[in-house]
Every structure is written in C-alpha cells, then in structure tokens.
C-alpha cells in the first residue's frame, strides 16, 4: 500500500522555526502534486500549501504566504515545509498528501478531494 509519513513536528516559541518532511514508505508510486494539509482542535482541515511537480508551481494559503515555503523532489516523492516567524494561530496537526498521476478528477491544489493519499500527520504546537 501507498504510505505517506511526516515528521518534524514538535513544539517551537513564536517567531521560531520548523521544517516538516513527507515522505513515501511501502509501495512507491509516482505523484503529480504533493501538499500540505491542517487540522486544529475544533476546526476544519485548511489548505496549506501544494506543489505541482509540472512547472514546479506552488501554492500556499493566504494565512501563510511570506512564512511557508513548499518544496521538494518529485523523483522521490518528497515534500517538505519549512514554516517561519511562526504564530500560535499555526498551531495544528500537519497532514501530507499525495495526487496520483493517473487521477482523472480536476486538480486544485486547495481542495482535498484532489489528493489520493495522506499521512497520519505530525503536530506542530506553537506556544512559548
């Protein structure tokens, strides 16, 4: 089977910063687009950011622009996130996903239906 696995998660003060990795185990199949995915106590899952490996193109969320940088290799379907100048507000179980290069369905790097595959997601908590 298609497994993602995140790490990096943890606890940081305001203002410090993280660096998220995603990666595949088990089965290695190759992805159209990777992104990333969070979960607060209480609230919806929210889009992060996303990378389509075509054109290397990134997206990121409006909360999170100038602070989150998407990267990664698509040859080893690896995604990172590295988040700066961190907030409370950031507080969060990050999820990774994974697009499948053989979906038919439209592909919008915000909508969670556009992934295939996801990870069990790592914590982040933001706290001083």
């Known amino acids: 089977q298609v497994q993602l696995v995140e790490s990096g998660g943890g606890l940081v003060q305001p203002g410090g910063s993280l660096t998220l990795s995603c990666a595949t185990s088990g089965r290695t199949v190759s992805s159209y687009a990777m992104g990333w995915f969070r979960q607060a106590p209480g609230k919806e899952r929210e889009f992060v950011a996303g990378i389509r490996w075509i054109g290397g193109i990134t997206f990121y969320a409006d909360t999170v622009k100038g602070r989150f940088t998407i990267s990664g290799d698509n040859a080893k379907n690896t995604v990172y996130l590295q988040m700066n100048s961190l907030k409370p507000e950031d507080t969060a179980a990050y999820y990774c996903?994974?697009?499948?290069?053989?979906?038919?369905?439209?592909?919008?790097?915000?909508?969670?239906?556009?992934?295939?595959?996801w990870g069990q997601g790592t914590q982040v908590t933001v706290s001083s």
């Open positions: 996903a994974a697009r499948s290069t053989s979906s038919s369905r439209p592909y919008y790097a915000s909508y969670y239906g556009s992934y295939d595959y």
